[in-house]
Every structure is written in C-alpha cells, then in structure tokens.
C-alpha cells in the first residue's frame, strides 16, 4: 500500500534535518556579525587551550597528567602554527603574545617528549622555524 503522507520515519528525519539546518543558518548569522579578526583570535584561543590540555599543563605534574597525548597535541600545535603564521598580518599589536604562547606550547611540547624533535622538527615548526 503506498500513500503520499510521508512515514513517522520521514517526518522524524525531516524534522532532524530541519532542526539541524536552522541552527546552522543561526550560527551563520551571528558569525557573520563577527569580525574576522575576532575569529581568528576565537581559534587560536581554543588552539592554544586543546594543545595545553593534551600537554598535561593543567595539572600539577605535566608529566603523569592523565590527558597528556602527544599525538594529538602534535596536531593542536602544527595547526595553531599554520594559523598564527597565515594570519600573523591581521593580529595586530597582539601577534608578540600570540607568537610567545605558540612558542611556549612548541617547547613543553619538546620538554614532554621522551626523544625530541630535532630543531625544525617539532610541532609547528615547518611554519615557524626552529624553536630552541
């Protein structure tokens, strides 16, 4: 038996769909009042604070944090690199501290690792230059 009306299933994804959809076009509207130096900065902060996380730097003892991974704070630090270097012209008088915190998370980074990086290496350094 066919009918038009769509199935309970059909109008459960609809609905999803349609909720999920107009969430997005809201999250659209308030970034478009954003300006993009303001987001750029919003990035860099949730960067920076991933790649602290997954350094350990929030605990008292770095070393035996339960969230340190290297894996993933190799990522976090590559990226914030490619991004604090891309946008370094749009930061303003704040790209000395932007560029201070990515060095200091590039070199617990190389503190943390058991066999560092060789200088050019590490985590963002291909964007950055070696970090001593």
Do not use: C, W
Not at 28 to 37: E, G, K, N, R, T
Not at 46 to 75: Q, T, W
Not at 87 to 106: I, K, N, Y
């Amino acid at each position: 038996m066919t009918t038009d009306q769509p199935s309970s299933a059909d109008q459960a994804t609809e609905n999803l769909l349609g909720d999920h959809l107009d969430a997005r076009e809201v999250e659209i509207v308030d970034l478009a009042d954003v300006s993009a130096q303001e987001i750029i900065f919003r990035s860099i902060v949730v960067l920076m604070s991933a790649a602290a996380e997954k350094l350990g730097l929030s605990d008292e003892d770095p070393a035996s944090s339960p969230r340190l991974d290297l894996d993933e704070s190799r990522k976090l630090i590559t990226a914030l690199a490619g991004l604090v270097t891309g946008s370094a012209e749009h930061l303003g008088p704040q790209a000395r501290v932007v560029r201070d915190g990515l060095q200091g998370l590039q070199r617990a980074f190389r503190e943390a690792s058991a066999y560092p990086d060789e200088p050019g290496e590490g985590p963002g350094e291909k964007f950055t230059g070696p970090v001593y």
